[in-house]
Nanobody
Framework: QVQLVESGGGLVQAGGSLRLSCAAS????????MGWYRRALGNGRERVAR???????NYKDSAKGRFTISSDNAKKTVYLQMNSLKPEDTAVYYC?????????WGQGTQVTVSS
């Protein structure tokens, strides 16, 4: 049974920072990539950042220059450092781990940015 547990969400003022963490437990044969997604109220889920097992990263345009994704493959952990947060970053953030045969999802952590 694979579980992903996120932490680090919370309430922060605009311009502040948060660091999200996601640790995977259980048997994952191989990890191709890990990522962070978010869903704001009334919107669909969107990808914020993704990192491959080789270290290649890509970001949603609005996250470039503000967010940094990193991972520790040995620990099956992925991080998202979020700086210069804006009210429009308010959402539930989910981590995802892309295995060889399926993608695993965390339960989500709320990030609220006040103006």
């Amino acid at each position: 049974q694979v579980q992903l547990v996120e932490s680090g969400g919370g309430l922060v003022q605009a311009g502040g920072s948060l660091r999200l963490s996601c640790a995977a437990s259980g048997s994952i044969f191989s990890i191709n990539a890990m990522g962070w997604y978010r869903r704001a109220l009334g919107n669909g889920r969107e990808r914020v950042a993704r990192i491959t097992s080789g270290g290649d990263t890509n970001y949603k345009d609005s996250a470039k220059g503000r967010f940094t994704i990193s991972s520790d493959n040995a620990k099956k952990t992925v991080y998202l450092q979020m700086n210069s947060l804006k009210p429009e970053d308010t959402a539930v953030y989910y981590c995802a781990v892309e295995g060889s045969s399926r993608t695993y999802w965390g339960q989500g952590t709320q990030v609220t940015v006040s103006s």
